[in-house]
């Protein structure tokens, strides 16, 4: 079974633009959670989605957005980089119910200069 | 809010040293889990914990829950290089789905 996919590994960004990262679960997963990992904060919690619909969210400003698709995949989207948002980004996927195991992907390395 | 304490957070030893990792909230927590992470990779899981006072055993790595599911700990026998990484405690709870919160992290580093 193939595991989570994350895409791309890495990224630079300007400060400013934009950024979409994106996952494709392990089959049959039909929750996706996204985390962001930075030296200083950890691994914090971004969103979680269930069947296209966002179930979960997390402390973080507007700037950061995310969807489903019906097939399950994911994608985030950052918008107006800053600096601050250098992080690694994890999705993890379960079957999607309470308090089921994650299973992350490798990640994707944002460095916004 | 759910909080996780781990401690220590840094931990360097010789190999086969043994060590152990504790994980402390004053939150109940349903269930606990434990992850291990290298640089530039995803978390992977090593161990779910539900009951409490369950004690799980994963080779040299020997996982405990307290009876009253706020803590948790990690020991490791006889430490190899190969168990070096970034051990993460993270625990659901409440209604909060897909929500894992986690612990700041232990980062061991097992020298030969």
């Known amino acids: 079974k193939a595991g989570v996919t994350q895409t791309p590994r890495y990224l630079i960004k300007t400060r400013g633009q934009q950024v979409t990262l994106s996952c494709s679960p392990i089959s049959g997963h039909r929750s996706v959670s996204w985390y962001q990992q930075t030296p200083g904060q950890g691994l914090q919690f971004l969103f979680e989605?269930?069947?296209?619909?966002?179930?979960n969210k997390g402390n973080f400003p507007g700037r950061f957005s995310g969807r489903q698709f019906s097939n399950s995949r994911s994608e985030m989207n950052v918008s107006t980089l800053e600096l601050g948002d250098s992080a690694l980004y994890l999705c993890a996927s379960n079957y999607g119910g309470f308090g089921t195991e994650a299973f992350f992907g490798q990640g994707t390395r944002l460095t916004v200069v | 809010t759910q909080l996780l304490e781990q401690s220590p957070q840094f931990l360097s030893i010789q190999e086969g040293e043994n060590l152990t990792v504790y994980c402390n909230s004053s939150?109940?927590?349903?269930?606990l889990q434990w992850y291990r992470q290298e640089p530039g990779e995803g978390p992977v899981l090593l161990v779910t914990?539900?009951?409490?006072?369950e004690v799980k055993k994963l080779k040299r790595l020997t996982f405990q829950f307290g009876d009253a599911r706020k803590d948790s700990s990690l020991h490791i026998t006889a430490a190899q290089p190969g168990d070096t990484g970034l051990y993460l405690c993270?625990?659901?709870?409440?209604?909060?789905?897909?929500?894992?919160?986690f612990g700041q992290g232990t980062i061991l580093t097992v020298h030969p």
């Open positions: 993270a625990a659901s709870g409440g209604t909060s789905y897909g929500k894992l919160t």
């Open positions: 914990v539900v009951t409490g006072g």
């Open positions: 989605y269930f069947s296209e619909t966002q179930r």
């Open positions: 939150s109940v927590f349903s269930s």
